[in-house]
């Protein structure tokens, strides 16, 4: 090699004297047989996590979202029947391969117990609490009732609601109060807890018993209703 | 099995007599004694009560069998360097707390057990970082103490307050606010167990000053992992069985070793694996010395600087055997072109490695070794792979590593690694800094053995050689030479550590392969930037063989070819620190090279070719 050259390299066939492979995968790393390409959709779903009941843990979870780019779509964390434990119910919205890696990195945290992600007919609730202008009075406990709402606070001006259910209930419940003039809104995250004998979350070692857990949600909820 | 791996046993079945295995002299505290209950076993002298939070500390280290601590002094911490005055624990004083991470570090990679670092709260904290984010970033065990400010002050902006578990949770394994004075033995002795079990990495336990400080009798229980904390040892065997099969159907199998080989004490087993079955092995960086370079299946380094045959074995492979390696994307390149034929069987002790980057096949979550010995038996007959090996016999001879270096030239990189390489022993360890000569490091030193290869692979930190290269020294035998092959970028960012060499005399031979360069990035530029070396040229460095005198160091420097053979012996012979100056070829390129995303199998091999 002369002077000018030295920066040149090594020996050997060029790129496009070499054979290449045919095959190639998807951006999830996943083979792609040409045939049956599958492509995984985002979808939303419940993924509830019960963790030990100490400082740090709830930024422990977050960060990791934030950190590996999960997309969340609401977060809730309360207390359960066991004092040093928490759950914490996350609504993610991810493709399958997304759902199963958020699964595995929660679990690798050291103060997380258990990880379920719920079956889709499991029980979700969240609330809201609608602040509406009060000039109609009687049609804005029509609509309130239409959607099992309940008049939490009122001032000549201004009526509050609490609603609670679905996701969707509380966007339509909202949606229709919207003709009112809405003031302000306070929005919780989904709760939610499998359907029958089905523990949400169940570690090996607890004793939380399906019985139990069941009585929680009107424990969270209690004290709303003294509103 | 080996040591380590023998000592691994689930969370449900840790009894303390694990902590014999660890250190059979230390006294066994027993779970449901109380503090005040407890007696040292007769005859041993260490084994006095503890009277405060620190003493705690420093007895926790003690019965998980911690030899050498490496930190810096400060306020927050004093109670625990205190406590440590009347300990048989070595510390080692460092010069930079990241120095102090990087020795830790460096010492876990050789010996297998966690490093320990030490570091006052504020700046000692936030200087350990780097050295933390590196272990967790390549798995590395260690261990991190923190002073923190008194709790009472916490949260009050108080001098040397930094919010050290919020700044360390996204780098560490699990990190701890030790809240109570009868508790935190205990969280050390957890951390020292979480930063070893399962798969490695660093963990943290940050001590308010108040804590350390105030009396307790309270003695830590044994290293033990917390009950939330599982990891499997064994792979489903169904799942074994369906790999076996694909192995034994395989045309064009390789192994594909990473970091986790090595950790995991499978070096061995994956070596007798690939030899009676006859399959080329590609390793990761990580792994380099998991599987022996000379060997005629080693087919050495894959990804962006590997070897072209290693790229061409990972790209055209119908089948590979993945074991501990998370598949970085220095060594897949672009996704769509890794391996893009293969079965994937991975085996991996974190589930979250499973199809995170790369679609797994056959998933086999479980302990290295142990998998792998499950393939062993599982595995009973060899591939039809004939045509297969001569093909990779083919591509190591077309794409070979030879290169030119001729006499009346600067002196060639590579040519200095082989000489360092030629002169010391089999088992000597080899830590770098991060660019070329890393690089170099890598292609042209013949690695054969586990634990002689140390540097930081997935952060990529320069500065890392020179402390690593003292935390390698303390855990090497005495008869393996550690050789830090830096660059002069690399050397300039934590050379203050000569002084701790010196001062604890560690016989360490640092070769500096000094381009006056930013090199990688200058050769980038090059290939990317139109040549447009921006902030990558220094046009002057300082004379490192003068600096290493002044230290106390010895200093050497090389010009020319007929100076290297003999100042490398000159240097080794040196029974403490040495520093040789080699002024390389300024211009000396890394290649092959996949630029970033890249095809592997498209490798260049010189710059024309990017
Ligand atoms: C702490 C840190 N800062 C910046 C970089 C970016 N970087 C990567 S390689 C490199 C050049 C290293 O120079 P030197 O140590 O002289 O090595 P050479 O490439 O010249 O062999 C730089 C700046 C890095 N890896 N680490
Ligand atoms: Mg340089």
Known sequence: ?227 | MSERATSVTPPEEQHDDQNQDQNPDAQQPQRDTEPDEFSAPAGETRAEPVTTGAESVVRALENAGVEYAFGVQGGAIMPIYDALYDSEIRHVTMAHEQGAAHAADAYGIVSGEPGVCLATSGPGATNLVTGIADADMDSDPMLALTGQVPTELVGNDAFQETDTTGVTTPVTKDNTFAADPDGVGTDVSEAFALAREGRPGPTLVDLPKDVTNAETDAEPDAPETPDTYEFTEEADPEIVAAAAEQIETANRPVMLLGGGVIKGEASETCREFAIEHEIPVVTTMPAIGAFPEDHELAMEMAGMHGTGYANMAITHCDTMIAVGTRFDDRLTGGIETFAPDAEIIHVDIDPAEISKNIHADYPLVGDADTVVSQLAHAVERSPQATKWRAQCQQWKSDYSMAYDAPEDEPVRPEFVVEALDEATSDRAVVTTGVGQHQMWACQYWTFTEPRTWVSSHGLGAMGYGLPAAIGARLAADDDQEVVCIDGDGSFLMTLQGLSVAVRENLDITVAVLNNEYIGMVRQWQDAFFEGRHSASEYGWTPEFDTIAEAFGATGFRIDDYDEVADTIAAALSEDGPSVIDVHIDPQANVYPMVPSGGDNGQFALAEDQL
Do not use: W
């Not at chain 1, 060029?14 to 083979?31: H, L, V």
């Not at chain 1, 740090?56 to 040093?84: A, K």
């Open chain 1, 1 to 227: 090699m002369t002077d000018g050259d030295r920066r040149r390299g090594l020996d050997g066939p060029a790129p496009d004297e070499r054979p290449t492979p045919t095959g190639r995968r998807n951006e999830q790393g996943i083979r792609i047989d040409p045939a049956v390409e599958a492509t995984h959709e985002p979808r939303r779903t419940v993924i509830s996590t019960l963790v030990e009941h100490e400082p740090g843990v709830l930024s422990d979870v977050s960060g990791l979202f934030s950190r590996r780019q999960f997309n969340i779509e609401s977060l809730t964390v309360g207390p359960t029947t066991d004092e040093d434990r928490a759950r914490i119910t996350l609504v993610v919205e991810e493709p399958d391969p997304g759902i199963d890696q958020i699964k595995k990195q929660l679990r690798k945290l050291v103060p997380v117990i258990s990880v379920r992600e719920l079956e889709s007919d499991a029980m979700r609730r969240e609330l809201a609490l609608v602040k509406i202008d009060a000039d109609e009075p009687a049609q804005v406990s029509a609509v309130a009732d239409m959607y099992d709402g309940k008049t939490v606070d009122s001032c000549p001006e201004t009526a509050t609601i609490e609603i609670t259910g679905s996701r969707q209930k509380i966007d339509a419940a909202i949606e229709t109060f919207e003709q009112f003039g809405i003031r302000e809104i306070d929005r919780t995250g989904t709760t939610a807890l499998a359907r029958g004998i089905q523990s949400t979350a169940a570690p090996a070692s607890t004793t939380e018993s399906t019985a139990t857990e069941a009585s929680q949600p009107q424990n969270q909820y209690a004290p709303a209703d003294d509103d």
